[in-house]
């Protein structure tokens, strides 16, 4: 999908809407649904592995950055830096107060670790205390100069955790557990296809020893970092002098990970399912899951209305238990061509019409947004449980069709020409050897715009694709938005 | 409750901690479950009411603010001002770079008027668009000098409606409607007992033509603004342009509403329903309503325990139901006075005793936390249902006690020496009458710190406690948070 018609298609679906400050959206109830329905997912799985929320400040004092100097290199050309708190009103108009100036800036949040660290380890004594498992769901801002609704917000949603562990092992698990939970999360709900691995010191969060991300792939080649996890170490606690009392009585620094989601999934999920006809919304996370529609002739409209009325209140009864939202649009000054246009357009999972044909039959007719299709039901006992069938077939469909494409731009190339030409020409997950040197991967960027999404493994032995020295570092080359 | 006592009460219970940043708090997970509570709730009524959830940007253009110029007057000496966007790293530390200074400074919101209808013009055309009923739950940050922990904090959460009407008769529907609404949060899952009334022309919110406010009285005869709803007239839509074509074919203003409840919500239920033993929380916001403590010797400890968590079990599941929330603390660790002492001071509704008596007599010991008593409650199949009750006399019994303090400390006053003896030494709510002038008002305050909190009804004929000039405005005076 291209730029433009990605941007039409979250206009024209009301997804979200520009605001007048570059890189800053707004979020119509369409869009927030569809996140507050992955919060919502995402949030149960968290309360169950005991992760509790908290809300920590939207302002962080510099001086706290400057503690963790390593922290802030991702993001000290993005900040968005409070100096001042008063103005004045000259001739009606507002005029900053020079005297209102702070003596030590504040910044907005573009991640929380340091505010977090700072104030929990007046919480951590003991061994006792620990794990501390902490999570939050708030706004941050990032003033990124390119800008793509969703993909590149300056201001976005999203997720941050950050665990406190006595030992390696304990924040190595907390790692191992994160990456089920964003599995299950971004396969399973998402419907969207992944690589995951380690990020090379290059690509990693400064603040972080390592990064692991998970990382897929639009149709034009492009690539996008989904989530990722850091295994921050001791790099934090050090900082901070987060310490608790072991059970032999001497003082430790925790370990610490942080890992997030945010907002950029809804661009994901539009640019990886969306087709010729608009989004296809994956039903787990589905604002609506079916959109019934009449259709009756006017000179027959009295005689048939209430019927199909009556089977879509039993419809909707028989479905509520099951969570499945419907949507009933009985307007009559709208065309059914046009109801038809505009949910497909909005990527409701499933379309039920019912008319004349249908009440005499006693069948519903249901589309299939996914495959484009229609289907003939029996309005028998088990629609319900044949409806939720259905949903879940779409579901596995959906990623099914996505996981097929990712694989389709998945290249395994060992010659740095062909290499060099697919990355240009085509774009998409490109698999080679390289050889652990940092200047080799800037080299490579430099040419091709391409940078290391991930490493794969360290299993068998290659050829680095641009220097050819004999290495064991698979890794995926792609363009990242 | 005086102020050390109150803060001391918010962190021993882990509601919420002081951060490094004057003004700015941490929410921790059982304050910020507690507003989680309050949202679920909320936006469950707002939901059926048909308004939406959106999400606008945090940062607003100062341009914006110039625009509507009266809007702007109770913030602009409040503001947290965003004038730059990068830093330099200077021997490893930060230094704002010069160069990076915006064009336009950026405001975090205040409250979102300017930019939401800066936006929403563009999507309202016809009658067919109106009404637009949006709402946002956010952060905002309000840069005020004097911090009281949830009553007043520079950055806090909050939930704000902003709606747009084809004419002046809806909009005050819109606004009858949004106070029934309130109502029925702050009385019947707060428990906080209120006087509702219109604000004066110089309490008002700056942009509003009306104000209408929610305020309620603290033990120590203070006052606090619980909720307001704002009739906005045309103030807005002539300012930003908002206008809709009738089905006359003709273009005309739309009328705008505003209102919103926050996170002080949590100060005032503490404040006015704490006791000497700590906090009683209301149980419909309770995040946990039952602690469940077993009592049993050591050497008898493997005799009872599997018997006491069958018992526990049971009443788990014959409560999940009904969403009653049961925590059972079976720590050996901590003796069961240790128990009573922390359960009591968060506040917990119902506490359950099971020991050896218990099970030999099969019945359970209940303590409600409000009335501090214990009660002994036959374990048969109606235990679900008695205990439901409980809660509800729960609920409605910490409304009351509430109810009888605020109308113990609200004194109808037609003397101004008696006046400001009373306001001076005890506070309260004072019923006087007032002349509706400005100066008189000022004065007041001037000489007792006491405000108008609001006009309650112009009925009646009385005189002035300050002029003594006949009018038919009663209102209510107190001093304020």
């Known amino acids: 999908m291209n730029n433009k018609k990605y941007?039409?298609?979250?206009?024209?679906?009301?997804?979200?809407?520009?605001?007048?400050?570059?890189?800053?959206?707004?979020?119509?109830?369409?869009?927030?649904?569809?996140?507050?329905?992955?919060?919502?997912?995402?949030?149960?799985?968290?309360?169950?592995?005991?992760?509790?929320?908290?809300?920590?400040?939207?302002?962080?004092?510099?001086?706290l950055f400057n503690i963790e100097y390593n922290n802030i290199k991702n993001f000290y050309k993005e900040c968005a830096i409070v100096t001042h708190t008063r103005f004045l009103i000259k001739k009606k108009k507002l005029v900053i107060d020079q005297k209102s100036k702070l003596n030590e800036e504040l910044i907005i949040r573009p991640t929380s670790e340091v505010i977090i660290w700072d104030t929990c380890k007046e919480w951590i004594q003991s061994y006792k205390d620990l794990p501390l498992l902490?999570?939050?769901?708030?706004?941050?801002v990032r003033l990124e100069m390119k800008n793509k609704m969703f993909l590149r917000n300056s201001e976005f949603l999203w997720q941050e955790g950050h665990t406190a562990h006595k030992n390696k092992k304990e924040a190595i698990n907390e790692i191992k557990k994160i990456k089920k939970i964003y599995i299950n999360l971004i396969k399973k709900k998402l419907s969207i296809p992944f690589?995951?691995?380690?990020?090379?010191?290059?690509?990693?969060?400064?603040g972080a020893k390592f990064t692991y991300s998970f990382e897929t792939l639009t149709n034009n080649g492009k690539c996008i970092q989904l989530a990722t996890i850091h295994f921050l170490a001791k790099n934090f606690s050090k900082a901070f002098k987060v310490m608790y009392t072991n059970?032999?009585?001497?003082?430790?620094?925790?370990?610490?990970?942080?890992?997030?989601?945010?907002?950029?999934?809804?661009?994901?999920?539009?640019?990886?399912?969306?087709?010729?006809?608009g989004?296809?919304?994956?039903?787990?996370?589905?604002?609506?899951?079916?959109?019934?529609?009449?259709?009756?002739?006017?000179?027959?409209?009295?005689?048939?209305?209430?019927?199909?009325?009556?089977?879509?209140k039993k419809l909707k009864k028989k479905l509520k238990k099951n969570k499945i939202k419907i949507k009933y649009d009985n307007n009559l000054n709208?065309?059914?061509?046009?109801?038809?246009?505009?949910?497909?357009?909005?990527?409701?999972?499933?379309?039920?019409?019912?008319?004349?044909?249908?009440?005499?039959?006693?069948?519903?007719?249901?589309?299939?947004?996914?495959?484009?299709?229609?289907?003939?039901?029996?309005?028998?006992?088990?629609?319900?449980?044949?409806?939720?069938?259905?949903?879940?077939?779409?579901q596995k469909n959906i990623y099914k069709k996505a996981k097929k494409k990712m694989i389709k731009n998945t290249f395994i190339i060992n010659d740095y020409k062909?290499?060099?030409?697919?990355?240009?020409?085509?774009?998409?997950?490109?698999?080679?050897?390289?050889?652990?040197?940092?200047?080799?991967?800037?080299?490579?960027k430099n040419e091709t715009k391409a940078t290391i999404r991930c490493i794969i493994n360290k299993k068998k032995n290659g050829k680095c694709i641009y220097t050819g020295k004999k290495t064991n570092t698979k890794v995926v080359f792609g363009k990242s938005y």
């Open 195 to 206: 690589i995951y691995g380690k990020k090379t010191n290059t690509e990693k969060f400064s």
């Open 134 to 140: 902490i999570n939050q769901w708030v706004n941050v």
């Open 279 to 312: 989004l296809i919304i994956p039903p787990k996370i589905s604002p609506i899951h079916i959109i019934i529609i009449p259709i009756i002739k006017k000179k027959y409209y009295y005689k048939y209305i209430k019927k199909i009325n009556k089977i879509v």
């Open 7 to 63: 941007k039409n298609l979250i206009i024209k679906t009301k997804i979200a809407f520009y605001s007048k400050i570059k890189g800053f959206f707004i979020f119509r109830p369409y869009g927030l649904k569809i996140w507050e329905n992955i919060k919502y997912i995402l949030n149960k799985m968290l309360i169950k592995t005991k992760h509790k929320n908290y809300y920590f400040p939207l302002l962080i004092p510099k001086s």
């Open 418 to 444: 062909i290499f060099k030409k697919k990355i240009i020409n085509n774009g998409g997950f490109i698999l080679s050897y390289w050889d652990n040197k940092k200047s080799t991967e800037l080299k490579i």
């Open 334 to 394: 709208i065309t059914p061509g046009n109801k038809y246009f505009k949910y497909e357009k909005m990527g409701i999972p499933i379309r039920i019409v019912i008319g004349k044909k249908e009440i005499k039959n006693n069948f519903i007719e249901i589309y299939r947004r996914d495959k484009d299709k229609k289907y003939i039901l029996k309005l028998n006992n088990k629609i319900n449980i044949k409806i939720i069938n259905i949903l879940n077939k779409i």
């Open 247 to 277: 059970k032999e009585n001497k003082k430790e620094y925790v370990w610490n990970t942080s890992w997030g989601i945010s907002t950029r999934l809804i661009g994901a999920m539009i640019m990886i399912h969306s087709d010729n006809k």
